[in-house]
């Protein structure tokens, strides 16, 4: 956990994505913070940099209490092409079997672990990793004119990011077959991906819909709570018995919480909620209920040179 938070994600130095405070205007942070893939003349094609700078603002922001909702969108009028081909992707020359993580898997890894609702606003066309990336984010809205594509097998390579265990789990195993077999582009309005997308709006309308939606939760909904749903369908038990038991454990915690009477008091009251729980302070006991697994690469020889 970060020891300290930047007084503003705006000036923080990020080199392929810009952090925006909603509203923009704003010198300090605020519960709705605006991520912009930014690689201006190059589509917002995915990069190693655009890969760690995504990895460092996810783990800063899922751990700042103030913030409470996050928006993914891209610079100009694409979302992100996919990986930079030019050869910005990311691969190290030294990476070994034993060693290599694939940068798109990082940046999804770092989403799916944030404990802040993300949602996606697919402003423009998205393909590859420019697609993958936004799996695990809590609600994707995607501008009608958009093209889709998860188009490994037309590249010689296979699904990255995670995406054969987010995919068939969002649409189906048989459009995500249908989708990876032919590697096409689709029109975001195909039925093959209608289960992928909340949304299919104007262009116009993709960013201010996002935002608004992201208002709403950052107002009216507890962090723990969103939190914890997510964990608990992404990483379920596996039955409706262990399910059950899982469920009554979380919620013995949170009926003794502050988020909760919160929750009713507003109700009763006929008052906006002032929801101030955080997963740092009020994650509930069996928080987090699986095991976890170090994705970091081993430290080699090397490395250990390098830094003596």
Same mark, same amino acid.
């Given at each position: 956990?970060?020891?300290?938070?930047?007084?503003?994600?705006?000036?923080?130095?990020?080199?392929?994505?810009?952090?925006?405070?909603?509203?923009?205007?704003?010198?300090?942070?605020?519960?709705?913070?605006?991520?912009?893939?930014?690689?201006?003349?190059?589509?917002?094609?995915?990069?190693?940099?655009?890969?760690t700078d995504l990895e460092t603002a996810f783990d800063l922001l899922s751990h700042d209490p103030r913030v409470k909702a996050i928006v993914v969108t891209g610079d100009g009028k694409m979302f992100c092409a996919g990986a930079d081909l030019d050869g910005g992707a990311g691969f190290a020359t030294r990476d070994t079997p034993r060693t290599h993580r694939d940068t798109g898997g990082r940046v999804t890894l770092a989403i799916h672990r944030c404990t802040k609702p993300v949602i996606a606003a697919i402003n423009g066309s998205a393909v590859g990793v420019g697609i993958t990336m936004t799996l695990p984010m809590n609600i994707r809205i995607v501008?009608?004119?958009?093209?889709?594509?998860?188009? =490994?097998? &037309? &590249?010689?390579?296979?699904?990255?990011?995670?995406?054969?265990? =987010?995919?068939?789990?969002?649409?189906?195993?048989?459009?995500?077959?249908?989708?990876?077999?032919?590697?096409?582009?689709?029109?975001?309005?195909?039925?093959?991906? &209608?289960?992928?997308?909340?949304?299919?709006?104007?262009?116009?309308?993709?960013?201010?819909?996002?935002?608004?939606?992201?208002?709403?939760?950052?107002?009216?909904?507890?962090?723990?709570?969103?939190?914890?749903?997510?964990?608990?369908?992404? &990483?379920?038990?596996?039955?409706?018995?262990?399910?059950?038991?899982?469920?009554?454990?979380?919620?013995?915690?949170?009926?003794?919480?502050?988020?909760?009477?919160?929750?009713? +008091?507003?109700?009763?009251?006929?008052?906006?909620?002032?929801?101030?729980?955080?997963?740092?302070?009020?994650?509930?006991?069996?928080?987090?209920?699986? +095991?976890?697994? +170090?994705?970091?690469?081993?430290?080699?020889?090397? +490395?250990?040179?390098?830094?003596?």
């Amino acid at each position: 956990m970060p020891s300290s938070f930047p007084e503003s994600y705006a000036a923080l130095p990020f080199q392929h994505i810009r952090l925006s405070h909603i509203p923009e205007s704003s010198p300090t942070p605020t519960p709705v913070i605006l991520i912009t893939l930014h690689r201006p003349g190059k589509n917002n094609a995915f990069t190693g940099i655009m890969a760690t700078d995504l990895e460092t603002a996810f783990d800063l922001l899922s751990h700042d209490p103030r913030v409470k909702a996050i928006v993914v969108t891209g610079d100009g009028k694409m979302f992100c092409a996919g990986a930079d081909l030019d050869g910005g992707a990311g691969f190290a020359t030294r990476d070994t079997p034993r060693t290599h993580r694939d940068t798109g898997g990082r940046v999804t890894l770092a989403i799916h672990r944030c404990t802040k609702p993300v949602i996606a606003a697919i402003n423009g066309s998205a393909v590859g990793v420019g697609i993958t990336m936004t799996l695990p984010m809590n609600i994707r809205i995607v501008s009608e004119k958009a093209k889709i594509g998860f188009v =490994f097998a &037309r &590249r010689g390579i296979v699904m990255e990011a995670a995406s054969s265990y =987010f995919l068939p789990r969002l649409i189906g195993l048989s459009r995500a077959m249908h989708l990876v077999t032919t590697g096409a582009v689709y029109p975001s309005t195909d039925p093959l991906l &209608r289960d992928l997308f909340s949304e299919v709006l104007p262009p116009e309308k993709v960013l201010p819909r996002a935002l608004e939606l992201a208002d709403d939760i950052a107002k009216n909904t507890s962090t723990v709570s969103t939190a914890l749903m997510k964990d608990m369908m992404w &990483r379920n038990p596996g039955s409706a018995e262990k399910t059950h038991l899982l469920d009554s454990k979380i919620l013995l915690d949170l009926f003794n919480g502050k988020d909760q009477q919160e929750g009713v +008091d507003s109700f009763l009251q006929k008052r906006q909620a002032a929801f101030k729980g955080n997963m740092a302070d009020n994650a509930p006991a069996v928080w987090p209920w699986w +095991d976890p697994i +170090d994705t970091a690469p081993p430290v080699t020889v090397e +490395d250990l040179k390098a830094k003596l």
